[in-house]
């Protein structure tokens, strides 16, 4: 069963590593800020424009150089430091933050500097994503507490849903979008400092003698050779496109379908983060990744199904607990789909790997933006809603029935290691060979 191995004992025991500590205190305390500039921005954009479409078509250029850039910001991952790399993403994004605090501040902001600032800001995500992944593996001196790590991690970044929306419903109310934007560039601060206090024992230098694009091209091969790993993928891809929307079309649902405002929008969203913060725990508790992939399959179904309830809710009493049921979902889905990656994959592979999930994870999603945008405004937010939830469920359907030639080939490769045993406690030591 998914809940028979639950040790909320075992849930944090990755914060006795030091480096991770600081990482995660840090990271923490910034991604607060990143949720609040996110609700901030989508509510500026529709107050300004009063359009769903441009609301869907910002988010699609703020987050397609994320699906453009990300296999070759894999390979720099796999080729650069990625400690000194990571704490220069974070600078740059803490800079996008103050410029766009400013314009709003001194009431001179437009559509177009938003636009330009996102995709900016996504450009250095396709950098920071896989590089921040691909570095967990370092933060750990105890390698069997890896896959805890990769769940608090993974589930982070939901879990600060729960006061960043919240805190922007209250600033844009109170005194404005551009101070949701300057306590994010302030945020980080935090987790730059907590980089730069780190202590990572310098690995020995690997001298690359193949091209870049060979390296590349040989990422490609070793994913569409591991049935595992583009299932996976596929399955994430197909929720981030469909389903991840959701997000976008929030302040629809707030202000025109529930009849609210800024407060509103930020309680939902909080809910979804409510949720996300109960997954985290649900998930880093696990003591192994013995039956994730049952939890890919069950928990892709119930995000479509939250979604496809919440679309049918005219009422908010209703509303914030599917959201929160929604949260938990979407949660748990991406985070065992990381923490599973993460297991199989080789090292030295780490960052081209989660080059991919962050095409499939973040790179769809502004596909899913802007064809939300657009058929939201034709046939309404909650149609859109409601479609987009029945494709996630037809996916995880899907994949539930690919479960078992998944293990068939998986099992060759990495002969101790079982998704159906409960025995396992940590990843292999040893690496696959190709298919």
């Known amino acids: ?141 105890k390698k069997d507490d890896l896959g805890n790590a990769i769940a608090l991690n993974s589930s982070m970044v939901n879990s600060a849903r729960l006061l960043g929306p919240s805190l922007a419903g209250v600033l844009i109310a109170a005194v404005g979008e551009g101070w949701c934007f300057l306590v994010n560039a302030i945020s980080y601060l935090a987790v730059i400092a907590s980089l730069l206090a780190m202590k990572i024992q310098p690995k020995e230098s690997v001298r690359k003698t193949s091209h870049f694009w060979q390296e590349l091209k040989e990422g490609f091969a070793y994913v569409s050779n591991f049935p595992a790993m583009w299932s996976i993928l596929l399955l994430l891809a197909l929720i981030s496109l469909m389903g991840m929307p959701f997000q976008v079309l929030m302040p629809v649902f707030a202000r025109d379908v529930l009849h609210g405002g800024p407060r509103t929008l930020g309680f939902l969203m909080g809910c979804s983060g409510g949720g996300a913060l109960m997954s985290a725990i649900f998930l880093a508790a696990r003591p192994s990744v013995s039956g994730l992939d049952r939890v890919i399959v069950v928990a892709g179904s119930a995000f479509g199904l939250g979604l496809v309830a919440f679309s049918l809710s005219r009422v908010l009493w209703l509303s914030l607990p599917l959201m929160l049921v929604t949260g938990f979902a979407m949660t748990a889905q991406m985070a065992s789909s990381n923490t599973v990656l993460q297991t199989i994959v080789e090292d030295d592979k780490r960052g081209r790997l989660m080059s991919f999930y962050t095409m499939a994870y973040r790179g769809m999603t502004p596909l899913g933006s802007l064809l939300a945008g657009g058929v939201a405004s034709r046939i309404g937010a909650p149609q859109t809603l409601l479609f987009g939830g029945l494709c996630c469920i037809a996916g995880a359907t899907l994949f539930a029935t690919k479960l078992p030639s998944i293990r068939e080939t998986f099992q060759p490769l990495y002969p101790g290691l079982s998704f159906e045993s409960e025995e396992v406690r940590s990843i292999p030591s040893s690496s696959p060979e190709e298919p």
């Open 1 to 141: 069963m998914i809940f028979n191995t639950i040790d909320p004992r075992l849930a944090f025991r990755s914060l006795s590593h030091r480096n991770y500590r600081l990482y995660f205190s840090g990271q923490a305390i910034s991604l607060v800020g990143t949720w609040a500039q996110r609700i901030a921005m989508s509510w500026l954009v529709y107050r300004l424009t009063n359009s769903a479409f441009i609301l869907g078509a910002v988010g699609f250029l703020g987050d397609l150089p994320a699906f453009l850039f990300a296999p070759l910001a894999g390979v720099y991952a796999d080729r650069w430091n990625r400690h000194r790399l990571l704490v220069l993403v974070q600078t740059l994004a803490m800079i996008q933050a103050l410029v766009l605090a400013l314009l709003v501040m001194a009431g001179h902001v437009a559509v177009w500097h938003i636009i330009v600032l996102s995709v900016f800001l996504g450009f250095v995500n396709a950098f920071d994503v896989p590089t921040r992944q691909s570095l967990l593996v370092d933060f750990i001196e």
